[in-house]
């Protein structure tokens, strides 16, 4: 089956009453995307920010007389909305086609699970893309898989503070740490890293997950030998304390999530206890390392 796309762009001003006048003649689904590479980075709470430019997309049935829907539409806005036919596809075949298996480091393969690992004597972790944060695709995640594969010992106690799906902690068990404490304030976050663990096989009692403040902070205070945190970096400069509570003295500490313009800042919210510097750089993301004082 096929179905008929009506494609405009427009500015923030005018994308709500655009979408509605799609809706109101039978549109099955407005999809509001960026047509200008512009990122939106740590919104306030209860804000819903839009991008300065955006390409507005109506979906309807194949057999929609798009004239009423182009004469709904605002003058000035017709001779620039385009018609498209689109094909239909088995869809989710199609969005497994993206995804390949990727290496990270010298060790770690992150694999979809329905490929076959490229090295089956390789450290291979199976995650697929979902709704928590962190395949391995953005520059962040990945700048700190090879962080993990880097700085990972056997028997490291390790922290993932705002663990999203889990990548970093579990890769960094299947390295061998030997117990991760699994952090976030999304309790989807935390239900996924749990799924992700499993499906790997990693031991239920190597991982805790919990909430921030909901895990045992005496336990845990100046115990882990390697912390790992991808989050951005206002959140970051905020949760120094807790963050290097977690640290024994000569821990590593890894944070990414920061643009290149950050860095100065997120140094000095972490100095003198952890001394920061670049430890890898991806376009405009930067991912810093260092060691806490002893």
């Given at each position: 089956?096929?179905?008929?796309?009506?494609?405009?762009?427009?500015?923030?001003?005018?994308?709500?009453?655009?979408?509605?006048?799609?809706?109101?003649?039978g549109?099955?689904?407005?999809?509001?995307?960026?047509?200008a590479?512009?990122?939106l980075?740590?919104?306030?709470?209860?804000?819903?920010?839009l991008?300065?430019?955006?390409?507005?997309?109506?979906?309807?049935?194949?057999?929609?007389?798009m004239?009423?829907?182009?004469?709904?539409?605002?003058?000035?806005r017709?001779?620039?909305?385009?018609?498209?036919?689109?094909?239909d596809?088995?869809?989710?075949?199609?969005?497994?086609?993206?995804?390949?298996?990727?290496?990270?480091?010298?060790?770690?393969?992150?694999?979809?699970?329905?490929?076959t690992?490229?090295?089956?004597?390789?450290?291979?972790?199976?995650l697929?893309?979902?709704?928590?944060?962190?395949?391995?695709?953005?520059?962040?995640?990945?700048?700190?898989?090879?962080?993990?594969?880097?700085?990972?010992?056997?028997?490291?106690?390790v922290?993932?503070?705002?663990?999203?799906?889990?990548?970093?902690?579990?890769?960094?068990?299947?390295?061998?740490?030997?117990?991760?404490?699994?952090?976030?304030?999304?309790?989807?976050?935390?239900?996924?890293?749990?799924?992700?663990?499993?499906?790997?096989?990693?031991?239920?009692?190597?991982?805790?997950?919990?909430?921030?403040?909901?895990?045992?902070?005496?336990?845990?205070?100046?115990?882990s030998?390697?912390?790992?945190?991808?989050?951005?970096?206002?959140?970051?400069?905020?949760?120094?304390?807790?963050?290097i509570?977690?640290?024994?003295?000569?821990?590593?500490?890894?944070?990414?999530?920061?643009?290149?313009?950050?860095?100065?800042?997120?140094?000095?919210?972490?100095?003198?206890?952890?001394?920061?510097?670049?430890?890898?750089?991806?376009?405009?993301?930067?991912?810093?390392?260092g060691?806490?004082?002893?």
């Amino acid at each position: 089956m096929a179905w008929l796309q009506l494609r405009l762009d427009c500015d923030p001003a005018s994308a709500d009453a655009l979408e509605d006048t799609l809706l109101s003649v039978g549109a099955l689904s407005v999809t509001l995307e960026d047509r200008a590479d512009q990122p939106l980075l740590e919104p306030r709470v209860g804000e819903t920010p839009l991008w300065d430019a955006i390409r507005l997309t109506g979906l309807f049935p194949a057999d929609t007389d798009m004239g009423p829907v182009l004469n709904a539409l605002p003058a000035d806005r017709r001779d620039a909305a385009r018609n498209e036919i689109l094909e239909d596809k088995d869809w989710e075949r199609e969005w497994m086609s993206h995804y390949e298996p990727m290496a990270f480091g010298e060790r770690l393969w992150i694999c979809p699970s329905w490929k076959t690992p490229p090295d089956p004597n390789a450290v291979n972790l199976l995650l697929d893309p979902g709704l928590a944060f962190g395949t391995g695709t953005h520059p962040t995640t990945a700048m700190c898989l090879e962080a993990v594969d880097r700085f990972t010992a056997p028997g490291q106690q390790v922290v993932d503070y705002g663990c999203g799906s889990g990548i970093l902690g579990i890769a960094a068990l299947k390295l061998g740490a030997r117990h991760l404490l699994a952090v976030d304030n999304d309790p989807q976050a935390l239900v996924a890293s749990a799924d992700n663990a499993s499906r790997n096989g990693v031991d239920p009692d190597a991982i805790e997950v919990a909430l921030p403040g909901a895990y045992d902070r005496k336990a845990w205070k100046g115990q882990s030998q390697l912390v790992l945190a991808n989050i951005l970096a206002g959140p970051l400069a905020k949760l120094a304390d807790p963050i290097i509570e977690l640290m024994a003295p000569g821990a590593r500490l890894v944070l990414a999530g920061l643009l290149d313009t950050q860095v100065d800042g997120l140094v000095s919210a972490y100095a003198p206890r952890v001394a920061l510097s670049v430890f890898a750089q991806r376009d405009e993301w930067v991912c810093l390392s260092g060691i806490r004082a002893t």
